[in-house]
């Protein structure tokens, strides 16, 4: 493994403990309870074992940091500077329904800017990770975004509702914001563009992205809901902002 802090040492252990918990509850699926939170938003009780056993591992390495999580909201502690933003379970739904598409998704936020973030995809045992100005790494070897030119040529990532159908070029909608974002990151996609989204979804993918090359629209990093994104590679980002805001 390449050259990692301590702080995304720890994101990845605690990543690692708390897959197996999906792994085992992912082939069991008949079992699992099941909360409707509001529409098409559900929580089971993996995610919030996954995400008991994620701040448990974070908080015996920085006990004093703040969190922000899917599940128990923001809990504010003595260091407010450095925030861990965690998504046990992106793409619950897909897990719902045994389709094995899903990640967990731990971001670090220090001095309102992610500085490190972690996406595991348990399944297919696929790991996106990356820190600020160290570069963006799939399974510990360095990835870059998509050199593509032409969007004829591109497949894109979509969700939510604005975004439903866009004329002319190739999407998916795979129902993980944090995979599309990494995808994206690894040239598996060449660009993601989706509203109404959550801190916690994006955080991750956010400095993932950025490290692999790839261009992201401002967020504000002080709202943790109703978030937009359009992400892509720089070679077709006007070219994508153009397609989309004509839709």
Same mark, same amino acid.
């Given at each position: 493994? %390449?050259?990692?802090?301590? %702080?995304?040492?720890?994101?990845? $252990?605690?990543?690692?403990?708390?897959?197996?918990?999906?792994?085992?509850?992912?082939?069991?699926?008949?079992?699992? !309870?099941?909360?409707?939170?509001?529409?098409?938003? #559900?929580?089971?009780?993996?995610?919030?074992?996954?995400?008991?056993?994620?701040?448990?591992?974070?908080?015996?390495? $920085?006990?004093? *940091?703040?969190?922000?999580?899917?599940?128990?909201?923001?809990? +504010? %502690?003595?260091?407010?500077? %450095?925030?861990?933003?965690?998504?046990?379970?992106?793409?619950?739904?897909? #897990?719902?329904?045994?389709?094995?598409?899903?990640?967990?998704?731990? /971001?670090?936020?220090?001095?309102?800017?992610?500085?490190?973030?972690?996406?595991?995809?348990?399944?297919?045992?696929?790991? *996106?990770?990356?820190?600020?100005?160290?570069?963006? #790494? *799939?399974?510990?070897?360095?990835?870059?975004?998509? $050199?593509?030119?032409?969007?004829?040529?591109?497949? *894109?990532?979509? /969700?939510?509702? +604005?975004?439903?159908?866009?004329?002319?070029?190739?999407?998916?909608?795979?129902?993980?914001?944090?995979?599309?974002?990494?995808?994206?990151?690894? /040239?598996?996609?060449?660009?993601?563009? !989706?509203?109404?989204?959550?801190?916690?979804?994006?955080?991750?993918?956010?400095?993932?992205?950025?490290?692999?090359?790839?261009?992201?629209?401002?967020?504000?990093?002080?709202?943790?809901?109703?978030?937009?994104?359009?992400?892509?590679?720089?070679?077709?980002?006007?070219? #994508?902002? +153009?397609?989309?805001?004509?839709?």
């Amino acid at each position: 493994m %390449n050259s990692i802090s301590a %702080n995304l040492n720890v994101m990845i $252990k605690a990543c690692e403990k708390a897959s197996k918990i999906l792994i085992r509850d992912f082939g069991e699926i008949e079992k699992l !309870q099941v909360k409707k939170k509001g529409p098409l938003d #559900f929580v089971t009780n993996s995610d919030l074992r996954a995400e008991k056993i994620i701040i448990d591992e974070l908080k015996k390495a $920085k006990p004093n *940091f703040s969190i922000l999580s899917e599940e128990v909201g923001y809990k +504010k %502690n003595k260091d407010t500077e %450095n925030t861990w933003i965690i998504d046990p379970i992106d793409g619950t739904i897909n #897990f719902l329904h045994g389709i094995p598409h899903f990640a967990i998704s731990i /971001g670090l936020l220090s001095n309102d800017e992610v500085k490190s973030g972690l996406i595991f995809d348990p399944i297919k045992n696929e790991m *996106f990770y990356a820190e600020k100005n160290n570069g963006a #790494f *799939f399974n510990n070897e360095r990835i870059r975004v998509s $050199k593509k030119n032409e969007l004829s040529e591109c497949l *894109f990532a979509t /969700g939510g509702k +604005k975004y439903n159908s866009i004329n002319e070029i190739s999407t998916r909608r795979s129902g993980c914001a944090a995979l599309d974002l990494a995808y994206v990151a690894s /040239g598996r996609y060449d660009g993601y563009c !989706q509203n109404n989204l959550n801190l916690w979804d994006i955080a991750a993918g956010l400095i993932i992205l950025q490290e692999a090359g790839g261009v992201i629209n401002d967020i504000d990093l002080n709202n943790h809901k109703n978030l937009n994104v359009i992400a892509s590679s720089p070679n077709i980002n006007d070219k #994508f902002i +153009k397609k989309i805001s004509n839709f």
